[in-house]
């Protein structure tokens, strides 16, 4: 079993910054794969970032040059680093790992831009 347990989300100006982070615990020995998604109401999930150590992040278009990931050194805290956030960035935030065959998700965190 994995757990993941997403932190960080909040309230922030448009043109702000938020740093969100999942971390992992259980069975998992390191985080090497990890998918940012979001959903905002009314809408489906979408893919906002897919991490892959030691391989070029992928990013959505509407958050390319945006937000960045990265992983801290004992491997199991993985980050979603979001600057310059616009009011269309507004959504609950999931992280999502795959192992061993299976795919986990934390419980999302809910992020808002707004004035």
């Known amino acids: 079993q994995v757990q993941l347990v997403e932190s960080g989300g909040g309230l922030v100006q448009p043109g702000g910054s938020l740093r969100l982070s999942c971390a992992a615990s259980?069975?998992?020995?390191?985080?090497?794969?990890m998918g940012w998604y979001r959903q905002a109401p009314g809408k489906e999930r979408e893919l906002v970032a897919a991490?892959?150590?030691?391989?070029?992040?992928n990013y959505a278009d509407s958050v390319k040059g945006r937000f960045g990931t990265s992983r801290d050194n004992a491997g199991k805290t993985v980050y979603l680093q979001m600057n310059s956030l616009k009011p269309e960035d507004t959504a609950v935030y999931y992280c999502?790992?795959?192992?061993?065959?299976?795919?986990?998700w934390g419980q999302g965190t809910q992020v808002t831009v707004s004035s």
């Open positions: 999502s790992v795959p192992y061993n065959g299976y795919t986990y």
């Open positions: 259980g069975s998992i020995f390191s985080i090497n794969a």
């Open positions: 991490y892959t150590r030691g391989v070029r992040t």
